[in-house]
C-alpha cells in the first residue's frame, strides 16, 4: 500500500471493512452462507434469545438499512438453507434461528474470537479502548447528517 493511501483515514476504514467482510465470508462459505446472511442470522439469535424480542422483517430493514425487496429476498434464501423459521403470525411473521442455524452460530462465535484476536494483534488493552472511543466518535460524527 502506498503512503498517500496509509494516510487516507477515508480510504482506511473502507480497506478495513472489505477485508473483514472478505474473512467473515470465508468463514461462512462452509455453511453455505454470505456475510450479509451471517450477520443477520446473528442479529434474529441474539434479539431471540438474549433480548427475548420477536424479530420481524422490518426489524432488519431498519438495522441493517436495507430496503425490503432485500430483506425478503435474503429471509426466503435463508429459509430455504433451513438456517432461520418463520412462524407466520398476524399481522408480521416471526423470525426464528433453527436447530441449524443455532448450531452455525455456536461454531462461529469461537471464529469471531479469533478474528477479533487477530484483529487487535499487538494493541495493548489502552490502545484497543482508546480505539473504540475514537471509532465511535467517528460513526456520531457522520451519524450527525450533512451540516
Do not use: W
Request: hydrophobic share 35%; charged share 35%; proline share 1%.
Amino acid at each position: 500500500m502506498n503512503q498517500s493511501r496509509r494516510d487516507d483515514i477515508i480510504f482506511l476504514i473502507k480497506y478495513l471493512g472489505k477485508l473483514l467482510d472478505k474473512d467473515l465470508d470465508a468463514r461462512l462459505s462452509e455453511f453455505d452462507l454470505t456475510g450479509q446472511q451471517g450477520r443477520i442470522l446473528f442479529f434474529i439469535a441474539k434479539r431471540t434469545n438474549i433480548c427475548k424480542l420477536e424479530v420481524h422483517q422490518n426489524d432488519i430493514e431498519q438495522e441493517f438499512h436495507l430496503s425490503k425487496s432485500t430483506v425478503s429476498g435474503l429471509v426466503k434464501r435463508m429459509e430455504k438453507k433451513g438456517v432461520i423459521s418463520i412462524e407466520k403470525q398476524h399481522p408480521y411473521a416471526v423470525l426464528r434461528p433453527s436447530e441449524k442455524g443455532e448450531c452455525i452460530i455456536h461454531q462461529l462465535i469461537d471464529k469471531k474470537t479469533d478474528v477479533d484476536n487477530k484483529l487487535m494483534d499487538g494493541l495493548t488493552k489502552e490502545q484497543q479502548t482508546i480505539l473504540k472511543e475514537e471509532l465511535n466518535k467517528l460513526i456520531e460524527n457522520m451519524e450527525g447528517g450533512n451540516e
